[in-house]
């Protein structure tokens, strides 16, 4: 039986990558390239084994399932494409930056009974699944605390910042996602800081380089988020929960990027400095999770109601910063 056909929207420097662990996995038959940049398709095709170049409409009408990794402005426009023709999809995350524009891909995708898998690849990280088996158990008791940061060792070109929607939007996304995927519960309010500590290019954006947001979740247990868009050790993305039962992390390892002070102790030899590093088994994991997803075999670890609520709490921590104030997600439509 000849093997799925997958059209991959947008062959950048994530949807390359998506494209060659795809070609790698078993049920994968093709894999049809689509990108707006002139010769990127056919150059990152050459590059894979079952790959062909094309345009986007061909590769919306010619493939069983979509992948978008395209500019986040297009997936709004692109989701909706996939609703019309009733194709499943995976979408990198944002839907889109604003909520109005996420709610009628929502909508859209609802009525047409399309099933849409979100790149939210920490819910397949192999060490924070484990974290979340463990609460769902009852393993970790009440759950008192849960922490999750996202810094990152430099920020991205700075003629992104204006188009990323703000840190909350782009980066601590992440952490919002996560923090409700392993505890269960909802944010019922936040309180977020930021400050332009080191990069005066991105406050002239109106952006902060550098952002800390307090969670208060639905069965009472608190959230500590933060963000930072450089860290002079590497890429430190870690995950911390404290229960009644058990504290246990995802992220800590001998290759964790930070420093102990601790007599005898050693830093880092090879410290992570890339996201590629920290997340290589959950960017495949969550590819392998697609195949199932269109099989029919499993539903989404992440789904755009998912995208929604998260980019409502991101929305809610934008209020607080710029308010100063604590903000209930029930003031966010």
Known sequence: MAGLTIG????????????????????????????????????????????SATDIDSALAG????????????HAELLHAVAELGKPAFCEKPIAV??????????????????VQMGFQRRYDPAIRAIRDRVVAGELGTLYLVRSQTHDPAPPPFDYIPHSGGIFRDCLIHDIDIVRYVTGQEVVT????????GFPEIGEHGDVDSAAVLVELSEGTLGQLSGLRHDAVGYDVRLEVFGSGDSVAAGWSPRSPIRSTEPGVPGPADPITTFWDRF????RAELEGFLRVVAGDE????????AYEDLRVAAACDLSLRESRTVALEEIA
């Open 8 to 51: 991959v929207i947008g062959v950048g420097r994530i949807g390359e990558y998506h494209a060659g662990v795809l070609a790698g996995l078993p049920g994968v038959g093709a894999l049809l390239l689509a990108d707006v940049v002139e010769g990127r398709a056919a150059e990152v095709a050459r590059g894979i084994d079952l790959a």
């Open 63 to 74: 493939a069983d399932a979509i992948l978008i990794a395209s500019s986040t402005d297009t």
């Open 98 to 115: 604003d909520l109005e524009a996420t709610r009628g891909v929502v909508a859209a995708l609802d009525a047409a009974g399309v099933t």
């Open 190 to 197: 936040v309180r977020a800081v930021g400050a332009v500590l």
């Open 280 to 283: 290589d088994a959950a960017y």
């Open 299 to 306: 539903e989404p670890a992440a789904t755009p109601a998912d």
